[in-house]
């Protein structure tokens, strides 16, 4: 595995900031490229999506891709989000047969759920975000607290 820098470290953030977040995260992103986000299930995944989304300034209404595996939002300045879902594939071939590969050679902004599906076939210079759970919750504190890393060249 490639090493990373760390370009942007959140910890312990409720749900409540979570746009602040985005706009931090997005704050980050190229206008083209690949951004993956990993995390268990129920992490929070699409839910930062959907705010990354709104700060890039996508005024569609922004939704889990998991059945239809890609979602394609319109940017205000003209720009494009494929918002593409892999939970469901079980390969890279399945990825290739669906057309996600030229999707990727693609102008325009790719956030992908589930990428170790396809991990051999990222481009070298992809974005990495992870969102976690915290592992710890004290007495008295909200269980909904997450940990976001941002790790890129």
């Known amino acids: 595995m490639r090493s990373l820098n760390i370009l942007l470290e959140v910890k312990g953030f409720y749900l409540a900031d979570l746009h602040q977040i985005a706009n931090k995260v997005a704050s980050f992103l190229p206008n083209d490229g690949v951004v993956v986000f990993q995390g268990e299930m129920g992490a929070g995944k699409t839910t930062l999506i959907k705010a990354i989304c709104q700060s890039l300034g996508v005024e569609d209404n922004v939704s889990s891709p998991t059945f239809g595996l890609v979602n394609v939002y319109h940017m205000k300045n003209g720009g494009v989000i494929n918002h593409i879902d892999l ?67």
Do not use: M, T
């Not at 790719?110 to 990222?122: G, Q």
């Not at 992809?126 to 890393?149: H, K």
């Open 87 to 153: 939970y469901r594939l079980k390969d890279a071939r399945e990825a290739e047969e669906a057309g996600i590969f030229d999707l990727l050679d693609q102008s325009g902004l790719s956030l992908i759920e589930w990428p170790e599906r396809i991990a051999d076939y990222l481009p070298p210079n992809s974005l990495v975000v992870e969102v976690n759970r915290c592992d710890f919750v004290g007495e008295g504190e909200e269980p909904d607290r997450r940990n976001i890393i941002l790790h890129g060249n």
